[in-house]
């Protein structure tokens, strides 16, 4: 493509040269500007966002049983993958979004920005390029880093996560001394023109940087270097509460504008609530035995009742990994799970149009998407306290801070660009939420709390979104690692599918998935293969954030 431009480029001259140059001067068209401003490609960054996230964790959801198919035998409820060998890009849309929807892009943003002391947009460019490793290092593993963006080569290398995590580490910094400068261009930037989840404020972004930084801190909980001390500092500068939220909105008018697990995009026919996060609202995992007393108030805005409300919660069922529907091969429509987008909603309720009224919680047309919220500071911070001093006041509070901050999450009433509240006829009431609190699901004192407390109700806090921070938190306890205190797994009632992926020799679990078929499989085979991507148990093979010393 690049020599081809340049042939454009020499042809165009050459021509020029002999008494054509009006006829072909298409950059003097003022209404087809060749270098856009910073505020004209921006918007389009945020939007892509979601591209990946939702995209991607259609699949990714699989693995942390957020949700699983309504069918039996669904590859990747079993941990396995529809990659490599065959020709599929299931799992690499952040891997896109990365190299492709953002990419040069940012760079572009970044490059034109400092030409004109734009040095907001430069900022968060940066900040957004950050995000964008860190969510595809931790994605793949092995990435392409250094070489990204390299010209005149067709062979670009991969290289380890380590390195890749430092990498992260320094466009963060970098994109902080940008965000913090005074001297911007008073003609020339305008952050707010283009930045439709902060507005413009660059006090957020730079709360959202350092939540960037608290992350990449806190993968590292295996290994001997980890500093708790520093994802707690982090965490404090990062978001304070929940209007610190970075949240894309969507208008909704057309197909490409609208929530991608909204119902007029139909992409969650067959996704289903799995009895993992069931167990989790309804008392059975936090509190030890499902009553009316241990019901979470959350649940009722979270998931979708069955028609058949006799089964002891209230008719909140869910799927098992592999197996689909309970007793899905001779019952009828009474004992099958309901779709996210309804109670007793067991298909799609307006495909054919745009309705923000129709769906539920994040599944609506008109609904947000969360990229990083307060509630997961929190509950960040309370296990990085935890990790450093076992249980104590600073890891309970923020616990608490955690659990009360996802409550807000779900009542809040204003979002930006008008877009729908989560919550389902009306928010969840003070007395709903203290009875919660005070039930057995929520420890009352810093003394009884356990890693098992916080990590099930961070769980609770990103599912439906943060598919890809709870699927790092998940591998970072290698799915089934032991609670010191309780000496039960931390993800107490996470369960391995009866028959794992042919795929995954030994019966292993899902570790990372393959990078994007069809630029890396298509292009960029030699490299693939001296990582080891070509062989068939990569995807089961360990991250390095996860490997202990």
């Given at each position: 493509?690049?020599?081809?431009?340049?042939?454009?480029?020499?042809?165009?001259?050459?021509?020029?040269?002999?008494?054509?140059?009006?006829?072909?001067?298409?950059?003097?068209?003022?209404?087809?500007?060749?270098?856009?401003?910073?505020?004209?490609?921006?918007?389009?960054?945020?939007?892509?966002?979601?591209?990946?996230?939702?995209?991607?964790?259609?699949?990714?959801?699989?693995?942390?049983?957020?949700?699983?198919?309504?069918?039996?035998?669904?590859?990747?409820?079993?941990?396995?993958?529809?990659?490599?060998?065959?020709?599929?890009?299931?799992?690499?849309?952040?891997?896109?979004?990365?190299?492709?929807?953002?990419?040069?892009?940012?760079?572009?943003?970044?490059?034109?920005?400092?030409?004109?002391?734009?040095?907001?947009?430069?900022?968060?460019?940066?900040?957004?390029?950050?995000?964008?490793?860190?969510?595809?290092?931790?994605?793949?593993?092995?990435?392409?880093?250094?070489?990204?963006?390299?010209?005149?080569?067709?062979?670009?290398?991969?290289?380890?996560?380590?390195?890749?995590?430092?990498?992260?580490?320094?466009?963060?910094?970098?994109?902080?001394?940008?965000?913090?400068?005074?001297?911007?261009?008073?003609?020339?930037?305008?952050?707010?023109?283009?930045?439709?989840?902060?507005?413009?404020?660059?006090?957020?972004?730079?709360?959202?940087?350092?939540?960037?930084?608290?992350?990449?801190?806190?993968?590292?909980?295996?290994?001997?270097?980890?500093?708790?001390?520093?994802?707690?500092?982090?965490?404090?500068?990062?978001?304070?509460?929940?209007?610190?939220?970075?949240?894309?909105?969507?208008?909704?008018?057309?197909?490409?504008?609208s929530n991608f697990f909204g119902t007029f995009?139909?992409?969650?026919?067959?996704?289903?609530?799995?009895?993992?996060?069931?167990?989790?609202?309804?008392?059975?995992?936090?509190?030890?035995?499902?009553?009316?007393?241990?019901?979470?108030?959350?649940?009722?805005?979270?998931?979708?009742?069955?028609?058949?409300?006799?089964?002891?919660?209230?008719?909140?069922?869910?799927?098992?990994?592999?197996?689909?529907?309970?007793?899905?091969?001779?019952?009828?429509?009474?004992?099958?799970?309901?779709?996210?987008?309804?109670?007793?909603?067991?298909?799609?309720?307006?495909?054919?149009?745009?309705?923000?009224?129709?769906?539920?919680?994040?599944?609506?047309?008109?609904?947000?998407?969360?990229?990083?919220?307060?509630?997961?500071?929190?509950?960040?911070?309370?296990?990085?306290?935890?990790?450093?001093?076992?249980?104590?006041?600073?890891?309970?509070?923020?616990?608490?801070?955690?659990?009360?901050?996802?409550?807000?999450?779900?009542?809040?009433?204003?979002?930006?660009?008008?877009?729908?509240?989560?919550?389902?006829?009306?928010?969840?009431?003070?007395?709903?939420?203290?009875?919660?609190?005070?039930?057995?699901?929520?420890?009352?004192?810093?003394?009884?709390?356990?890693?098992?407390d916080i990590m099930l109700q961070k769980y609770?806090?990103?599912?439906?979104?943060?598919?890809?921070?709870?699927?790092?938190?998940?591998?970072?306890?290698?799915?089934?690692?032991?609670?010191?205190?309780?000496?039960?797994?931390?993800?107490?009632?996470?369960?391995?599918?009866?028959?794992?992926?042919?795929?995954?020799?030994?019966?292993?679990?899902?570790?990372?998935?393959?990078?994007?078929?069809?630029?890396?499989?298509?292009?960029?085979?030699?490299?693939?293969?001296?990582?080891?991507?070509?062989?068939?148990?990569?995807?089961?093979?360990?991250?390095?954030?996860?490997?202990?010393?």
């Open positions: 493509m690049k020599n081809l431009f340049k042939l454009f480029i020499l042809t165009a001259v050459l021509i020029s040269s002999v008494g054509c140059k009006k006829y072909l001067d298409i950059n003097s068209d003022p209404d087809t500007p060749q270098f856009p401003d910073a505020s004209s490609v921006f918007p389009a960054m945020l939007s892509a966002i979601p591209r990946g996230t939702q995209y991607d964790g259609r699949f990714v959801s699989r693995y942390i049983q957020n949700f699983g198919q309504n069918t039996t035998d669904y590859v990747w409820d079993l941990h396995g993958f529809t990659g490599y060998p065959g020709a599929s890009d299931a799992g690499g849309d952040i891997w896109r979004q990365c190299y492709y929807g953002l990419g040069a892009n940012l760079n572009y943003i970044i490059n034109e920005g400092v030409k004109k002391g734009q040095w907001d947009y430069v900022g968060a460019a940066y900040a957004l390029k950050a995000m964008m490793f860190q969510m595809t290092t931790d994605m793949h593993g092995e990435i392409i880093f250094k070489d990204a963006f390299k010209e005149n080569t067709s062979s670009f290398a991969f290289d380890s996560q380590e390195s890749v995590y430092k990498g992260v580490d320094s466009l963060c910094r970098i994109a902080l001394g940008y965000l913090s400068r005074t001297d911007l261009s008073t003609s020339n930037s305008a952050l707010s023109k283009g930045d439709f989840v902060y507005s413009g404020d660059k006090a957020k972004w730079i709360k959202f940087t350092n939540g960037l930084l608290a992350r990449n801190f806190h993968r590292l909980t295996n290994k001997a270097n980890y500093k708790a001390d520093s994802v707690i500092y982090y965490a404090d500068l990062a978001l304070a509460s929940g209007a610190d939220d970075f949240l894309v909105p969507f208008d909704a008018s057309k197909n490409d504008d995009r139909d992409n969650l026919g067959s996704f289903r609530q799995t009895k993992f996060i069931v167990a989790m609202l309804d008392g059975t995992a936090l509190a030890g035995v499902s009553n009316p007393a241990n019901r979470d108030p959350r649940m009722k805005q979270m998931l979708s009742a069955s028609g058949d409300t006799t089964n002891g919660n209230g008719g909140y069922r869910g799927v098992d990994a592999g197996l689909g529907d309970p007793l899905n091969s001779s019952t009828t429509s009474a004992l099958r799970v309901a779709s996210p987008f309804g109670d007793a909603t067991y298909g799609n309720p307006s495909a054919a149009r745009f309705d923000p009224s129709r769906g539920k919680y994040l599944f609506r047309d008109k609904v947000v998407h969360p990229i990083m919220t307060y509630s997961e500071m929190q509950f960040m911070k309370a296990e990085a306290s935890f990790i450093k001093s076992g249980a104590n006041a600073i890891a309970y509070t923020a616990y608490l801070n955690g659990i009360n901050g996802h409550f807000a999450f779900i009542n809040r009433s204003t979002f930006p660009r008008s877009n729908t509240p989560m919550f389902t006829n009306a928010a969840i009431t003070t007395a709903e939420q203290t009875s919660y609190t005070n039930s057995a699901n929520v420890k009352k004192t810093a003394a009884t709390l356990t890693l098992t609770i806090a990103l599912w439906g979104w943060g598919f890809l921070e709870t699927w790092v938190d998940m591998r970072r306890y290698h799915y089934t690692d032991l609670d010191p205190t309780t000496a039960l797994p931390v993800y107490k009632g996470y369960q391995i599918p009866t028959k794992v992926a042919t795929t995954n020799p030994g019966g292993k679990l899902a570790t990372r998935v393959r990078p994007r078929y069809n630029s890396e499989y298509v292009w960029n085979f030699p490299q693939l293969e001296a990582i080891g991507a070509t062989l068939p148990d990569y995807h089961v093979k360990e991250m390095w954030f996860s490997q202990r010393p």
